[in-house]
């Protein structure tokens, strides 16, 4: 968990750093809301929620790319090995 601009405590492991209403993941993921509570509602949801921060799209689509590119490393091993 890390801690950000505004404070908070950060669950999801792709948060890279937060700034007045946007949030930064890894990869050069932006998240930009309009309002305050908006972002608010969002990161309480998502980002900051021990139970809930994978359930995000970006983090789910970091997760399936991450799976993959596993994946796809033992696969290549495991031709070499052969």
């Not at 601009?5 to 937060?18: E, G, K, L, V």
């Not at 980002?47 to 994978?54: K, Q």
């Not at 983090?59 to 070499?80: G, H, S, V």
Request: with cysteine.
């Amino acid at each position: 968990m890390s801690q950000g601009y505004s404070n908070r405590i950060w669950a999801c492991p792709f948060f890279s750093w937060d700034e007045r209403c946007t949030v930064h993941c890894e990869g050069g993921t932006r998240i930009r809301f309009a309002k305050v509570r908006t972002y608010t509602g969002y990161v309480s949801r998502f980002c900051c929620d021990v139970d809930s921060w994978d359930k995000c799209s970006v983090a789910a689509a970091l997760i399936k790319q991450y799976d993959e590119e596993d994946n796809d490393a033992r696969r290549e091993e495991t031709e070499e090995e052969k």
